[in-house]
């Protein structure tokens, strides 16, 4: 069995195959750069930078897009506030957005089209969808007329008028039905405005992810993420501007992820508990949010406080001490003539069970328990065996690197530098070598003193038969 994937589409579950095979196309609705983003933010870009690692394992190449919005309403109030024009603003929030999420070893997409930047293709969008009978132009706005699309409604699986008494939306006697909603808006005194067969304007918001979707990835696209907020109305809306364009049908997977809650309760704006990464990264490692994140099933709720992010920050160290102790040990391990099969089945059992919890609808929550029964065992092995197996040990790393090329949660060329905190590790290992020299010729006052001062700085020492060990404490 390959991938399954939950789609949110025909609501179960299915064996994802791409339409052209070794080939996927992703699209993942990015951020509107008019400040920093939040961690409900994080939680898609995460989840799906992840997903694709995991398809890129598979052997497939990902064609990843990830749009910025750089044009709507929030970002024009954001300008006129800050006294900047709305381009100087996009340009700092999109170099802020990288600042935050490379951190969180988020990888950068293969593309980040702009919205300004695809004003030609949109506007072609909008003639073909006008065309085809399913816009109409008042007083250069051109609107989306959801009625003359039948199947409207058919990712949120309800009808025109269940979505209608669901929905919050803005009054406008122009429009044909309550539903119908802007793909062009005329200008307006003191916005940013480009020419169109419709008068001068701007694209609505939907349209800029329909139009720079099948740019890159052509008129069917495998899969479509974003937060289970966009279902309704923006990917609603996604799915009937290009299908009415093109006719055909527009993603394959619909993948989205569930809410994200702090202290058990929604972010808002209105109870004022909105967290940004940035915020978060003062305390925090980014690793650990990263963990955190991946930690949960991707369709569950998921509750941020500082107790789980504690909580994956301990998780983080107890990865990265098991991965360097691993690394400490295989260099003065040997060669075995018979093998230590009991670790390589731990192994082997270890990736079969990774595999498995991704290959059922990414499941990385299972995914990770796998991994930390692999920790489990490997720290018993190495505390256990006074003779260790070098090619088990090989394996065991191997296994590691896997974990950290598909998840990306131990952070694997850190350890050792940032991982000592204070210290720089040779700096460490200097003091290392100092006690080792005090405790030969005796001196157990200063041996015991070097031991204290790293104690202080939370780095524990272990003397094992093959040398000292040092690692950071795991609070
Ligand atoms: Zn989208
Ligand atoms: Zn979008």
Known sequence: ???????????????????????????????????????????????????????????????YVQNFTDIDDKMINKANQLGITVKELAEQFIEAYFEDIIPLGVRQATVHPKATEHIDDIIRLIS?????????????????????????????????????????IEVDERKRHPLDFVLWKAKKEGEPWWDSPWGHGRPGWHIECSAMAMKYLGDTIDIHGGGSDLIFPHHENEIAQAEAATGKQFVRFWIHNGYLLINKEKMSKS?????????????????????????????????????????????????????????????????????????????NNGYKRFCNALDDDFNTAGALGAVFEVVRDLNNYLKENETLDKQALIKSK??????????????INTIGEEFAGTLSSSEIEGLIKEREAARKKRDFARADAIRNELASKGIILEDTPLGTRWKKKEQ
């Open 128 to 168: 073909r969808i006008i065309e085809n009978g399913h816009a109409y132009i008042i007083d250069g706005n051109v609107y989306f007329d959801v009625k003359s699309y039948p199947n409207y409604g058919k990712l949120s699986g309800q009808s025109l008028e269940e979505l209608q008494a669901g929905a919050r």
């Open 271 to 347: 109870l004022g508990n909105i967290l940004n990464v940035r915020e978060i990264r003062k305390n925090f490692q980014p690793l650990a949010v990263r963990l955190f994140i991946l930690a949960a099933h991707y369709r569950s709720p998921l509750d941020f406080s500082d107790d789980s992010l504690i909580q994956a920050t301990k998780s983080l160290q107890r990865l990265r001490n098991c991965y360097s102790d691993l690394l400490f040990y295989m260099e003065r391990s040997q060669e075995k003539n018979t093998p230590d099969t009991w670790l390589e089945d731990v192994v």
């Open 1 to 63: 069995m390959g991938l399954v994937l939950y789609n949110d589409l025909t609501r179960r579950k299915e064996e994802f195959a791409p339409v052209s095979p070794g080939r996927i196309g992703f699209y993942v609705c990015g951020p509107t750069v008019y400040d920093y983003i939040h961690i409900g933010n994080a939680r898609p870009f995460v989840v799906f930078d992840a997903l694709r690692r995991y398809m890129e394992y598979k052997g497939f190449e990902v064609i």
């Open 398 to 411: 191997d296994f590691f690197e896997t974990v950290e090329n598909i998840l990306g949660v131990i952070g």
